[in-house]
């Protein structure tokens, strides 16, 4: 599956209850599940036949300076496990091409250098023309990640929307309860005027995919360029999500505001992150915003 942000309105659904091992998401002081940037993962369905399952060696490429396995290409593997899936389903051929609204990546326990990568991939909630599908990427030492993210079927002519096929649909269906999704954007664009930081992030030929835009895991290169400058984040497990709202093309200026939201200033992310930091990064091109991402510990 290929991947990069539009300007598209569609989105998650909430889950409940996680991997006993696993911190779960901050719950607010009401009785109702977690929604938004908090909301809690829906676990794997293990064992379930309709559950995506495959291993591959983690390589030097996908690894930082301490030899934990990167969030951009963390993201990468989410995708090609996403086009194998596809492929074992049977629907390359009539739905081979997908864009992501939104991801959502968790980082439990780095998973680290000479490790294996198992990755689960199942659907976690659907509508005719998008579904959300999670990924939970497991080392066999112990490290775990664990991603939700908004994939719309794009039609190859006119490149929007287009209806997933209903034998498709029934097929993902057997995963999840979560038939009516719908969007509801959790960030806000950072302002210029009161940026803690703003620099200049350049756009690569290599940056680009097929569909003439940036790849939706160079997104998540911005990602660790930040955590590099932050490195107190890494000490604990973390939660980033970025939404795209517009491409990024060759040639354009991007550049990254950042803004640090201090515990008693977070109400815009939901009751649930109020005791916590919260920082955003707001991808813009000139006075268009292009994505957003969030950073906040678990």
């Given amino acids: 599956m290929l991947a990069n942000g539009r300007g598209m309105a569609v989105s998650g659904s909430v889950s409940t209850t996680g991997d006993s091992a696993v911190p779960s998401a901050p719950t607010g002081p009401s009785s109702k599940p977690a929604a938004g940037l908090a909301k809690v993962m829906m676990p794997v369905p293990d064992p379930h036949p ?47 091409l997908w864009i992501v609204r939104r991801t959502m990546i968790d980082l439990i326990r780095p998973i680290e250098f000479q490790d294996t990568l198992r990755l689960r991939r199942w659907c976690s909630g659907t509508s005719n023309r998008w579904c959300e599908m999670r990924v939970r990427i497991d080392g066999r030492r112990g490290g775990l990640m664990e991603s939700e993210a908004f994939w719309i079927n794009i039609n ?9 096929a209903d034998d498709f649909i029934e097929g993902l269906r057997r995963t999840t309860t979560e038939t009516r999704l719908r969007w509801k954007a959790y960030l806000r664009a950072g302002s210029r005027e009161d940026a803690s930081e703003i620099r ?7 940056d680009i995919d097929l569909f003439d835009h940036m790849n939706n895991s160079v997104y998540w290169s911005v990602i660790e360029d ?17 939404e795209h709202d517009a491409p990024v093309a060759l040639g354009d200026k991007l550049e990254i505001l950042t803004h640090v939201y201090p515990p008693g200033s977070t109400d815009q992310f939901g009751p649930e992150l109020t005791d916590r930091t919260v920082t ?6 000139g006075d268009e915003t292009k994505a957003i991402a969030s950073i906040f510990p678990l």
């Fill in 200 to 206: 200049e992030y350049p756009v690569r030929v290599a």
């Fill in 226 to 242: 930040h955590l590099f400058g932050a490195p107190e984040l890494l000490r604990g497990p973390i939660r980033v999500a970025i």
């Fill in 50 to 96: 309709d559950v995506f399952d495959q291993n591959w060696p983690l390589r030097v490429a996908d690894i930082d300076r301490t030899g934990r396995l990167r969030f951009d290409a963390a993201t990468r593997h989410i995708q090609d496990v996403g086009q194998d899936h596809l492929r074992q389903l049977g629907f390359e051929e009539t739905h081979p």
């Fill in 156 to 164: 190859r002519e006119t490149q929007g929307p287009a209806r997933i």
């Fill in 280 to 285: 955003t990064l707001t991808y813009a091109v």
